[in-house]
């Protein structure tokens, strides 16, 4: 099940950001949009998991699980900002 997970991640990701955020034609802000898009996307899943985790009882899970969602979502969000200022620039 891991696999199957791993697999759309990563054709879907590596797809959508090798289109758009490796592309130099593509304008700053269309690059900032999209990633924020899909990185908070997984953020909010992962959110989402948390509260029906918590709300199922499972309190101590859903509470890690809203801490890991949270830095992931103030991490991409930073990444997000850090990428624009750069014109999402990759050093090599």
Known sequence: MEFVG?????????GV????V?????????????????????AGLLVWISVSTYLSGNISGGIVCGIIAMGLGIGFLIGGIYGHKRDWKQDL
Do not use: D
């Open 17 to 20: 950001f090798g289109i758009t």
């Open 22 to 42: 490796e592309n130099p034609k593509v304008k700053t802000w269309v690059k900032t949009f999209v990633f924020l898009l899909f990185a908070e996307a997984v």
């Open 6 to 14: 791993e697999l759309i991640f990563e054709l879907f990701l590596e």
